[in-house]
């Protein structure tokens, strides 16, 4: 049978311990399916009778005995998240009773759902498109309230409304383009180059601050992950405990104290970050302690996979050649310097040579006592400056899967290679050709020319009952 005429049926709320548990069917055998299992209070009312959008309280069956109460939420096709017939019923929370019902249901004839499967479902009845099919796992996954504000944004078609701009300059462009071309002897008039090379231009424009917005926007969403790097005794432990707003860390004045990777996450601003203090990064030399040794090693390997660096430097002490080895590995990466312990130095001579050194290897570098709360304040808009979410509008169109980042990349290319032909003097059919490419990736983007494998991959990701 085709998977489509299936009535499927998922807990819809998550497994465990909590006040109430929804399962969701769905399909055109819903309301005949649920009616063989659900019994109304009132003696009278039908399920098959009930209308969208009402609710109808009772208690379901399994193998004829009478189980816990249930209240059912009717929606009728196409008035429904699926677009198909759906009921939701809800029962007491706990996995027992919703354990329960999905064995009447399946009694009856449901089908258990697979991963995304409603979603899918939705997508094919065209209730929604294939990016707000992915906005909807990025909202499900976000942590933080702007990062949910930003993928709630792709839900509602904020990107697909975007994408479709591009799309229709870009035909308009090409229609002209293949008229002129095709038809010389018709009288279409000659486009100019200059509404040619600024078309394209704005077109690009769009695609590259969609680009550029989508790793800041998956920092709001997901967090990232932050090293914390420096010598032994410059403060990493008491930063790590001023992000966190408790004593997580031990702090000692005795070097080496922090031995392996300590984790906790914290929220600073409206950016999650994934702290990692690493061990204190200092030369054991051949004959020092193993396992301090092999922490330093982890500490630079975390250095090159963190999507930020903070790395602590003491002000109140000379930078060594130990710092230095720091500030070199942070060149080229998502790094911070930390010029610590400004209450004891202020900003005097230490902190301009400090300021010079460290220079070359950083994207800013910050003042600050890690003893002080206050110091939280400009660590955050350094962060956020240096993450791009400080610029991010949480509201605005906005990539969210690596596939559309991919699709978004290739088009932005595609319309770099046309104004490039243009530049260089070859014929208006071959940026034509470019444009065209650049169509095809925006199609891919927004799932109108998405292949079967590609929507296969978007739903692997899905949970069960979504
Ligand atoms: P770590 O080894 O890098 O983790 O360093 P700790 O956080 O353990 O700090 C080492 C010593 O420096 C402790 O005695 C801290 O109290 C002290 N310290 C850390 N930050 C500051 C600061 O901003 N000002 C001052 N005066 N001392 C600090």
Same mark, same amino acid.
């Given at each position: ?11 819809? @709320? ?17 309301? &005949? ?85 409603? @979603? ?257 304040? &400009? ?66 983007? @927004? ?6 494998? @590609? ?12």
């Amino acid at each position: 049978m085709d998977r489509l005429q299936q009535t499927i049926c998922a807990l819809a @709320t998550p497994p465990g311990t909590g006040g109430i548990a929804v399962v969701r069917v769905s399909g055109p055998d819903a309301y &005949p399916m649920v009616e063989k299992i659900f019994v109304p209070l009132h003696v009278g009312r039908k399920v098959a009778e009930a209308k969208g959008y009402t609710a109808m309280l009772g208690h379901y069956l399994l193998h004829g005995a009478e189980m816990d109460e249930c209240v059912a939420l009717f929606f009728r096709a196409p008035h429904s998240y699926t677009g198909e017939d759906v009921i939701e019923l809800s029962v007491h929370g706990g996995t027992a009773m919703a354990d329960g019902l999905l064995e009447a249901l399946i009694t009856a004839g449901c089908a258990p759902a697979g991963p995304g499967e409603f @979603t899918r479902r939705a997508l094919e009845n065209g209730r929604m498109s294939l990016t707000q099919a992915e906005a909807v796992m990025e909202v499900i996954a976000a942590n933080g309230r702007q990062g949910a504000a930003l993928a709630k944004s792709a839900l509602d078609g904020r990107l697909a409304k975007r994408i479709g701009k591009i799309q229709t300059a870009l035909q308009t462009l090409n229609a002209h383009l293949t008229a002129w071309v095709d038809y010389p002897e018709e009288d279409v008039p000659e486009l100019s180059d200059a509404a040619f090379v600024g078309t394209l231009t704005e077109q690009k424009a769009a695609l590259d601050a969609l680009i550029s917005g989508y790793s800041a926007g998956a920092v709001l969403r997901h967090g990232v992950d932050c090293v914390l790097l420096g010598r032994p005794n410059v403060g990493k432990s008491t930063l790590l405990n001023l992000l966190a707003g408790f004593d997580r860390a031990i702090v000692t004045p005795v070097a080496g104290t922090t031995r392996d990777i300590v984790e906790q996450a914290v929220q600073l601003g409206s950016v999650r970050l994934n702290l990692f203090d690493t061990a204190g990064v200092r030369d054991v030399g051949e004959h020092g302690d193993a396992v301090e040794a092999e922490g330093i090693r982890r500490s630079w390997k975390k250095l090159e996979e963190a999507g930020l660096v903070l790395a602590v430097f003491d002000l109140a002490a000379p930078l060594n050649e130990e710092d230095l080895e720091i500030a070199r590995r942070c060149q080229g990466r998502p790094a911070l310097a930390i010029l610590n312990k400004q209450d004891l130095a202020g900003q005097g001579e230490a902190f301009t040579a400090a300021q010079q050194q460290l220079a070359p290897y950083f994207k800013a570098i910050i003042p600050l006592t890690a003893r002080d709360a206050a110091s939280l304040q &400009p660590l955050c808009q350094a962060v956020a400056q240096l993450l791009g979410t400080a610029n991010l509008d949480p509201n605005a169109a906005a990539l969210c899967s690596a596939r559309q980042l991919s699709a978004a990349k290739e088009a932005r290319d595609a319309l770099a290679e046309a104004l490039n032909s243009q530049e260089d003097g070859f014929g208006l059919d071959a940026a034509g050709v470019c444009i065209s490419d650049a169509q095809r990736a925006l199609a891919r983007l @927004t799932g109108e020319d998405a292949t079967e494998a @590609t929507i296969d991959e978007v739903f692997s990701t899905f949970c069960v009952g979504k």
